[in-house]
């Protein structure tokens, strides 16, 4: 069964949020490198680092320090009907170590090249190990995955990729909505930031959730349309989102017309702050 998830490019709050989205971004940097190698696209949000020497070490080490930096407020380690991903009797040390070992025959085994391939040739118990990372209710069948929702499993979640343009980032069955993803420009990706700097997690996911709904923006490539991605078409979509506030002002509360109508308008006064184009 395929589900539809949201979920957010940036976490929890104040100083454990600029942290871990340091950490976000290095596991961006590390895997896109790894995907450049086999020709895929990663995070365009992201510079791309002129030495790539020792990759696999960095696939380890950003791993790790992204881990231990969104454990305990991501991860439960209590095993029973209402987590159905976690293994029994298993700590955050071992899926620490038990992922990183997956990662690692990944990069040395073309897993990024032939993902469904690689993910054919895993234990019960490492499939079991990738379910947890990626909080699946399911247990994995590779069997039927596209190369996208398979190429996921093997890139911690706030590295994984929209490899097909189609919007959703899709993991395993499921697909997931998320802003900023891979394909969101560094300069709207900067003015999202700013303007959701000071937002509850709760806030920041209501505008996740806007900012996907507007589907009336794409962008054609060789004849499909896509979600649009260009700065630009974020400035419309921010003001679309404006406009639509106006129009039905009479009958939205006064305190959320207020709310949503400072949020874009932040966000478009940071599009155009940083005076690029497409």
Do not use: C
């Amino acid at each position: 069964m395929t589900s539809i998830t949201p979920l957010m490019g940036s976490l929890p709050s104040t100083r454990a949020v600029n942290n871990e989205t340091t950490t976000e971004k290095d596991l961006q940097t590390v895997f896109s490198a790894v995907l450049r190698e086999v020709g895929r696209d990663g995070y365009a949000s992201v510079e791309t680092s002129a030495d790539e020497s020792e990759l696999e070490g960095r696939i380890g080490s950003s791993w790790e320090a992204w881990f231990e930096q969104v454990s305990n407020t991501r991860y439960t380690f209590v095993a029973g009907a209402e987590s159905p991903s976690v293994r029994e009797g298993k700590t955050a040390e071992d899926l620490k170590r038990d992922y990183k070992a997956i990662l690692s025959r990944a990069y040395r085994e073309s897993g990024y090249q032939a993902p469904l391939a690689f993910l054919q040739n895993l234990s019960p118990e490492e499939l079991k190990t990738v379910q947890q990372v990626q909080h699946l209710a399911d247990s994995i069948q590779p069997t039927g995955l596209s190369e996208e929702a398979a190429l996921n499993l093997l890139i911690p979640p706030a590295a994984q990729v929209d490899s097909n343009a189609d919007g959703f980032t899709s993991v395993g069955r499921a697909q997931t909505v998320r802003f900023p993803d891979s394909r969101t420009p560094a300069k709207v990706r900067d003015a999202w930031e700013e303007a959701t700097a000071s937002l509850t997690e709760g806030d920041k996911l209501m505008y996740v959730l806007q900012i996907s709904r507007i589907g009336l923006i794409t962008e054609t490539e060789n004849d499909y349309p896509t979600p649009a991605v260009s700065v630009d078409s974020f400035e419309q979509k921010a003001n679309q989102w404006l406009e639509y506030l106006d129009y039905f002002k009479a009958q939205i509360p006064l305190e959320q017309y207020e709310r949503d109508h400072r949020f874009w308008t932040e966000f478009r006064t940071a599009l155009q702050r940083e005076d690029v184009t497409q």
